[in-house]
């Protein structure tokens, strides 16, 4: 037998042995590196006699391709080997029974803010948004607020620094201005948010939220408003008839302006709206002051309509039956797990904004 066929014999034995994945890789540098057994064979072919070159290249390539074709085959085994045992290990039982987990709720005032603006988009109203930090031209002087005018004292806002320029919007009213600003006639908008006061008891906190109301555009008038506010407010409590009465009041951005209060009576400690001869005030209202409409450049004489802003907590707080404010901010897991709202259950009036 020759060297080359005795190398082939010894090294295939060594290969079909068992043998580990750095036995192989020091078998291939034996063989196959630059100075491996079978290399320095190849190096030998350049010096044989031409009669006998073709049968040494021969033994020699087919030595090289036995060895290397059972080199892959041991390395393959070596991968379906580890496969099989991290299957083996790794093995999921599908019959355990599952974690518990704890499903998140939707705060009160975020499902009251969804069913408000699905009811007035529904009659055409499209969101907007504006910034909880607010510089005083959008909060107060566009909206035609005197600067000796009680909500700019230091006791009510929370300004931002000593120049008074920066503050917390007192209500959402700035967006009004915001989105005057930067369209064109005509408007018809709502923007819900957060809003600021310094101010804390049972039924006020110093963060609360509000939704404004906005619609201007040729011979819009106080009937419109009336019709708008009576469908949102029967539609918003799921009630066919509702109390609603007018009451004359004072905001600087209106002219003239009201503030709106729906009857409602007390059953066994519970309230129900729209019966009974007991008011309750729920927003303020009014015909938007030409002075607001000339400030974000809107023409007078073609363009004129109304505004509203409505208190969202206490809007929740009637709807659901809650009667501390202050618990909406507490942030207490209890609390949400008995007043929040299950993401999957679809409250009847609910219209299909996604969340
Ligand atoms: N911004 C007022 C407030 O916070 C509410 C309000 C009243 C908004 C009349 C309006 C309005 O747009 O027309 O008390």
């Known amino acids: 037998m020759s060297d080359i066929l005795k190398l082939k014999e010894e090294y295939l034995k060594k290969l079909s042995e068992n043998i580990s994945l750095e036995n192989i890789n020091q078998i291939k540098s034996e063989l196959f590196g630059k100075n491996g057994k079978i290399t320095n064979e190849f190096k030998k072919i350049s010096n044989i006699s031409a009669d006998e070159k073709k049968k040494f290249a021969s033994e020699v390539n087919s030595a090289k391709d036995e060895i290397q074709t059972a080199i892959e085959k041991k390395i393959k085994d070596f991968e379906i080997e580890q496969i099989n045992s991290k299957l083996q290990s790794e093995k999921v039982d599908v019959t355990l029974p599952e974690r518990s987990f704890v499903q998140g709720k939707i705060h009160p005032v975020s499902q009251v803010i969804d069913e408000i603006s699905s009811i007035f988009s529904e009659i055409g109203f499209s969101v907007e948004e504006g910034p909880d930090v607010e510089n005083e031209y959008n909060n107060f002087t566009a909206l035609n607020t005197p600067d000796n005018h009680p909500a700019r004292d230091m006791h009510d806002t929370f300004y931002l620094d000593h120049k008074k320029e920066f503050l917390l919007r007192t209500h959402t009213s700035p967006v009004q201005v915001r989105t005057m600003l930067k369209g064109k006639p005509p408007f018809k908008i709502i923007a819900p948010g957060r809003t600021y006061r310094s101010d804390s008891d049972q039924t006020h906190a110093p963060m609360f939220h509000q939704v404004e109301g906005l619609h201007i555009d040729k011979n ?104 501390d404010l202050r618990a909406f901010f507490d942030t207490d897991y209890r609390w949400i797990s008995h007043f929040g709202f299950d993401p999957l259950d679809v409250p009847s009036n609910y219209r299909g904004l996604s969340r």
């Open 220 to 323: 819009i008038n106080m009937g419109h408003l009336k019709g708008c506010l009576n469908h949102f407010i029967k539609e918003f409590f799921e009630v066919e008839k509702i109390k609603m009465r007018f009451r004359p009041s004072h905001f600087p951005f209106t002219e003239p302006s009201a503030e709106v209060d729906i009857g409602y009576e007390l059953k066994d400690g519970k309230i129900i709206i729209g019966e009974g001869d007991k008011w309750l005030e729920i927003l303020g209202c009014g015909m938007v002051h030409p002075n607001v409409l000339k400030n974000v450049k809107v023409n007078t004489s073609k363009y004129q309509g109304y505004a509203f802003g409505i208190g969202i907590d206490r809007l929740a707080m009637l709807k659901y039956g809650i009667n």
